[in-house]
């Protein structure tokens, strides 16, 4: 057996453009789906198309002004696509005008894959679009449906293939843990979205949220959510699928923006859940080098840009670790990207 393993992670690196997110909650969206909370999470009833692009453009001409930059134009909460005209031209228009002065290097936006089509991607990317995240959910057709998503696991599938025909960037944000959940389906959703090779990926574990649909759903008992532990479990295993078809991912877990924490009444939320799901899918490879190197002992340099993720939130990973034969004092945080193991008399 060898005394000694080099390895690297299986995480792509980090995209090193800051994101400038621009919310248009509800605008444009066909439907209000059974989970949706987007008034909480933003703390809008609903967008203000010309307000918003105001104060945009003052936004963007302060920072300007103050050498700041560059930035993603990142345009969320909405269904982009399905705005009405001619408000998708208006902010892409606004987007170009920053890009030819180099404070905007790259534009996406979200949408729905019911809400795209061949010509009108074409005519986006055209007018200065780089990049759409599809707000997928699940490719499963029974989970789609009980959730009022409006179309199926096919229509999400050619959705992606439209968008990286048009030559845009593609991104899924899946949802797992949906009414209509079966053990599996996210596991499924997953290598589905791995096998598109988008650029990205979001993970959002489902959430009941007060006044939605789901709420009702939950309190007549006909809806039971993922636990912290599930979630933290399947998400850990996702990842790895994502990151070795050099996916992105870009978010795990609803953050805590507008009112979002306060109106949860059940489901996988913590704050530290993408903290605790990256260390969990670190220590499953580690685990993997260790069973291979086959010593009752070992030590490890691990690189110092996973120093606060190793040992997982709160050092929740720090008697797996023991379990493993690795003492917290036989970690040593180095520079470099290679992960050393080695095998201790």
């Given amino acids: ?58 936004d963007l001409d302060e920072a300007l002004a103050n050498g700041k930059g560059p930035y993603e134009l990142a345009f969320y909460g909405g269904t982009f696509t399905a705005l009405p005209e001619p408000w ?14 180099g404070l905007v290097t790259h534009v996406r936006c979200s949408t729905r894959p019911d809400c795209v089509d061949d ?57 797992p843990g949906l009414p209509g959940d079966r053990p599996g389906i ?3 959703d997953v290598q589905v979205a791995a096998d598109m090779e988008p650029e990205t990926a979001r993970l959002y574990p489902c959430l009941v949220i007060k006044g939605t649909p789901l709420a ?47 109106n949860i009444l059940a489901g996988p939320w913590h704050p530290a859940l993408g903290q605790s799901a990256r260390g969990l899918a670190l220590f499953n490879m580690v685990l993997e080098q260790a069973e291979t190197l086959g010593a009752a002992s070992i030590r490890i340099d691990v690189p110092r840009r996973y120093q606060g993720e190793f040992f997982g939130h709160g050092n929740e990973l720090y008697k797996p670790y023991m379990a493993i034969g690795l003492d917290k004092i036989h970690v040593r945080y180095v520079d470099g990207g290679e992960f050393v193991l080695t095998a201790m008399a």
């Fill in 216 to 262: 009702r759903l939950w309190e007549r008992g006909e809806y039971e959510p993922w636990s912290v532990e599930q979630a933290r479990e399947e998400l850990a295993a996702a990842l790895p699928v994502l990151w070795e078809k050099n996916v992105r991912v870009i978010r795990l877990g609803l953050a805590p923006e507008g009112t979002l924490q306060e």
């Fill in 119 to 175: 010509f009108s991607l074409s005519m986006l990317r055209a007018q200065g679009l780089d990049m759409v995240e599809l707000g997928i959910q699940s490719f499963d057709d029974d989970a789609l449906k009980t959730s009022g998503r409006g179309y199926d696991g096919d229509t999400a599938r050619q959705a992606c293939d439209m968008v990286k025909r048009a030559g845009l960037g593609l991104g899924v944000q899946l949802l």
């Fill in 88 to 101: 998708p031209q208006m902010f892409l228009g606004l987007a170009m005008r920053y890009r030819e002065r």
């Fill in 1 to 58: 057996m060898p005394e000694r393993l080099v390895f690297t992670h299986l995480e792509p690196a980090p995209h090193p453009t800051r994101v400038w997110p621009v919310f248009l909650p509800f605008a444009g969206c066909p439907y209000r789906c059974v989970f949706c909370a987007q008034d909480k999470q933003t703390g809008q009833d609903g967008a203000e198309l010309e307000k918003i692009l105001h104060a945009l453009e003052h």
């Fill in 186 to 188: 996210f596991a499924k």
